[in-house]
């Protein structure tokens, strides 16, 4: 044997891992970062409409008589509450229309809209 068939696995192999390791990159790059639109409820009532995609350094929001909200950058998340059972805040970030923020004790609600697909559903 001359390693030739050796050395042209190899190169296939090398090869895949190449293309494999670009679609990884295009996907990280282009797939955005989520929601376009943050709106902000109290009550029912809208007290606060954020554009995500324009949001240049995170920031937080107070909502309410013990709500805070971190804003960033594609996403939001609740940073506080004041509510007994924190479920809100151990929710952690929110990027996606189908995963809303909801404190029940503080009625506050945060719905996402817009932004490029994404899943249809959130468990």
Known sequence: MDGKP???????LGGILLLAAAALCCLLLFSGR??????????G????????????????LDVGDGNTLEVDRGRVRML?????DQICVHQSWSSAAAKPIVCLPNRVTVIL???RGGPDGVL
Not at 34 to 43: H, K, M, N
Not at 45 to 60: E, N
Request: glycine letters at 10%; aromatic letters at 4%.
């Open 6 to 12: 050796e050395l042209s696995l190899r190169l296939l």
């Open 34 to 43: 989520g929601a376009a639109t943050a709106e902000v409820y109290l009550d």
């Open 45 to 60: 009532k809208l007290v606060q409409r954020i554009d995500l995609g324009s949001v240049t350094s995170p920031y937080s």
């Open 80 to 84: 506080r509450a004041n509510c007994p």
């Open 113 to 115: 809209t817009g932004g």
